[in-house]
């Protein structure tokens, strides 16, 4: 009956840390909502800068013109509430986890937090303005240079979540050399399947041109060298040494 008890308790103690990470979500988007069309005009910056003169985006869509904007606003409200939603998640699997596994979680869910962000702001500083002038320089004849406005979103999300997660290279090396699924040593004999291996995710997760592949490739190595630096310093502990601590 005690083990019931504890089950439906963990349940509700779930529901209730999903309510509180929806609720993150919502406080964020109500107030954005109102301006949700300066918000995508934002977005769409760095392709109207390198567009040609006297032209335009379009909306292939009737209701393109509204619901793209709204779109946009509940993904940015879903990234701005991230800090809280991690929380919620710390809340929950922190009674589970011993001392030392607390003193590494918690800053690993503000570190990559603040990667995530990082890959973000990268991809719209440094990539979007190479990447739009690069396509907006190749020239068809007969072809004029307009970009649907949700084609557009879904293209520049896709590259958010792109660098976003790549950007969480360091985290993830981190955590693998903590729980001993590998080391230090091991990752720098696998370098150059590495170096390979990420130009190959980033022909897979941009748009078919060197320029954004590389533009992704390179911090993800970059990174990938930071993650081994710190995570040489993250060796799983043997059970005598993680008893001594204890004791």
Request: charged share 10%; glycine share 4%.
């Amino acid at each position: 009956m005690s083990e019931t008890n504890s089950f439906v308790s963990h349940l509700l103690e779930l529901r209730s840390r999903i309510l509180k990470a929806l609720l993150s979500i919502l406080v964020f988007f109500v107030p954005m909502a109102f301006f949700s069309q300066d918000l995508y005009h934002l977005l769409a910056t760095p392709l109207l800068n390198a567009m040609p003169d006297n032209s335009q985006m379009i909306a292939t869509d009737v209701a393109a013109p509204f619901f793209a904007p709204f779109k946009l606003t509940l993904v940015l409200s879903f990234f701005l509430a991230i800090p809280f939603v991690l929380y919620q998640v710390w809340g929950f699997i922190a009674p589970g986890l011993y001392r030392n596994e607390k003193k590494l979680i918690a800053p690993l869910l503000l570190s990559s937090t603040l990667l995530f962000y990082l890959g973000i702001a990268f991809a719209y500083f440094v990539v979007f303005p190479v990447v739009f002038a690069f396509f907006a320089g190749i020239e068809i004849t007969g072809v004029a240079f307009t970009t649907d406005i949700s084609s557009y979103l879904n293209f520049v999300l896709k590259l958010f979540f792109a660098f976003g997660m790549a950007f969480e290279i360091p985290i993830a090396i981190i955590l693998m050399c903590w729980a001993g699924i590998t080391d230090a040593a091991t990752l720098r004999s696998k370098r150059p399947y590495v170096v390979v291996g990420a130009f190959v995710v980033g022909m897979l997760l941009t748009p078919p041109d060197i320029i954004s592949q590389t533009l992704l490739a390179v911090p993800m190595l970059i990174l990938f060298e930071v993650g081994i630096l710190i995570g040489s310093l993250y060796t799983r502990k043997s059970e005598e040494e993680e008893h001594q601590e204890v004791s």
